[in-house]
Every structure is written in structure tokens, then in C-alpha cells.
């Protein structure tokens, strides 16, 4: 039997759920809202969906329960969530200030982890901090210093399995060998996706979707609806197929890698942030 899918949508009116419950094909049109409070960010964990967190300028909430129940961790401004690698389920905020915090999903208690500028991924051994200058650790001494630094401060980071990746200001660079390596030249965008699956493909937006595949050149697959802005970008992480995407109105869903998009969604307001996962 097909599992549930399902997709939160942060904006300016709160937290929103749409739910697929077979094979992610068919969602329902009518979503769940889930909180009331402005969210830019969210966390959604990939092997339990019912652990979630949820953050913007008004502070950060998690819940154990798909979000019928929320415990607040913090009253100010949540910049950016990222999952923790680690045994235990914890969750790191980082807040506007750049302070950052891990969270414990289940009791919303919160611990110092240190202060941490650019953006933050994921690592084997704790999250990272990215910016022009250097890869740090954050909440240690650690620093791996680029042995030639990027041009610009990072607009989007992805962090997968096979390494990192941020997009500047018209380049996508990857992280090897102690260095930021070249990977392409893109469009003037300002989000990025990296499907974890081989062969290896960039997925960047601005006021359109590109498609970046190995030795090949940006192909656009989708243009902002609207004539507007792409806001979200996500490489779904229970399917190496699948993308999604969203304007400050406007949900898209590909199913082929980025080559084709379809609305889920049209009539929504302020959309700031995207998460999915797959229920076990």
C-alpha cells in the first residue's frame, strides 16, 4: 500500500499542511493549518514526519505530533532550522542574532551550540556554518579555510550525503578537497536544490527554474507564475524524482527530476518556506 506524503507550507498567515495519502499523486486540495504564527523556516524529519519544527520573526515551536500540540523554544527571530546529525533527535535554530541553538524536539528545551554567520548544513559531525570566507564548524574551534574563497557571501546553501553545494551570485560551486571547486556558471538566482541521487543535478530559481546537469548547460523548465518570484525550493527527501517549489502564492511539483512542473496550488498568500516527507 502506497504511504501518505505530506507537504507543510510556511507563509505570512501560519503553518499549512497539504497531505497526497496514496502515492503522492492526488493531494487533497484542502489543506491543515497548523499554527497561526508567521514561519520562514521549517523542519520536517524525513524518518518520523511527525516531528516538526516551525520558526519566523514571531520565534520557534516544535511538536512530536504532526502539530496538533506545539511547545515553544524561543521568542525571537528564527532565521534559519536544519536537522542535527546525531543519535538523538535534535534540531538547531539558528536566530537572526546568528546565536544558535540546539532544540530537543521532544521537551523544546533548548541548548547554547555558539554564534554562527552565513548559512547552516548538515555534517557527519555537527552542522556547518558557510559563508565567503571560510567552512567552520559551528559550536567548535575547528575552521577549514578555502583555499580560495568565494567571490560572494552565499545565497543558498544544500547540503547531501555527496558533499556541498552554494550558489553565489551567478556560479554554483561545490565543496571537495578542502576548496570550493566550480561546478557552473546559472542565471541570477537566489535558491538551490540538490536531489540526492546520481547523476548528479543543480536545481536553481529567481523569477524562473533551471535545470544544471553534469557538462551540460542551464536549461529553463519553469517560469515563475505570475511574473513574480520563487521563494521555496526543495529536493523532496524521500524520492530522488522529486522537486518542489513555490512563488508567494503558488505551490509547483515535479515528479521527473525538474523537467516538468505541476500546480499544486494557486490560490495561497505570503509563502515563505517548504518541508516534506513520506509517513512510514
Do not use: K
Not at 184 to 203: E, G, K, N, T, Y
Request: proline letters at 8%; one cysteine or more; hydrophobic letters at 45%.
Amino acid at each position: 500500500m502506497a504511504r501518505a506524503a505530506l507537504l507543510l507550507i510556511g507563509g505570512d498567515t501560519g503553518l499549512l499542511q497539504l497531505t497526497a495519502p496514496g502515492a503522492g499523486e492526488r493531494w487533497l486540495r484542502t489543506p491543515v493549518r497548523l499554527l497561526e504564527q508567521p514561519v520562514t523556516t521549517i523542519w520536517l524529519d524525513r524518518h518520523d514526519p511527525l516531528v516538526c519544527a516551525a520558526g519566523g520573526p514571531a520565534g520557534g515551536q516544535v511538536s512530536t505530533d504532526g502539530g496538533s500540540n506545539w511547545r515553544p523554544f524561543t521568542g525571537e527571530a528564527v532565521r534559519q532550522l536544519i536537522g542535527w546529525p546525531s543519535p538523538a533527535r535534535r534540531i538547531v535554530a539558528q536566530l537572526a542574532s546568528g546565536d544558535c541553538l540546539t532544540v530537543d524536539a521532544a521537551t523544546g528545551a533548548t541548548t547554547p551550540l555558539g554564534t554562527a554567520g552565513g548559512l547552516l548544513v548538515a555534517d557527519a559531525d555537527g552542522p556547518l556554518a558557510i559563508d565567503a570566507a571560510a567552512v567552520r564548524h559551528v559550536g567548535r574551534t575547528d575552521r577549514v579555510a578555502a583555499p580560495a574563497p568565494l567571490p560572494d557571501a552565499p545565497r543558498a546553501v544544500a547540503g547531501t550525503p555527496h558533499g556541498h553545494w552554494v550558489l553565489t551570485d551567478r556560479t554554483v560551486w561545490r565543496w571537495g578537497d578542502g576548496g570550493w571547486l566550480r561546478y557552473a556558471a546559472c542565471p541570477a538566482a537566489h535558491l538551490l536544490a540538490v536531489p540526492d541521487a546520481a547523476p548528479a543535478l543543480v536545481v536553481v530559481a529567481g523569477d524562473a527554474i533551471w535545470r544544471i546537469a553534469d557538462d551540460e548547460p542551464p536549461a529553463r523548465v519553469a517560469i515563475a507564475p505570475g511574473g513574480g518570484q520563487f521563494r521555496a525550493l526543495q529536493a523532496v527527501p524521500y524520492h530522488p524524482d522529486f522537486l518542489v517549489a513555490a512563488t508567494a502564492d503558488c505551490v509547483l511539483w515535479s515528479r521527473d527530476r525538474g523537467a516538468g512542473w505541476v500546480t499544486l496550488r494557486d490560490d495561497l498568500t505570503g509563502v515563505h518556506a517548504l518541508a516534506s516527507a513520506r509517513l512510514a
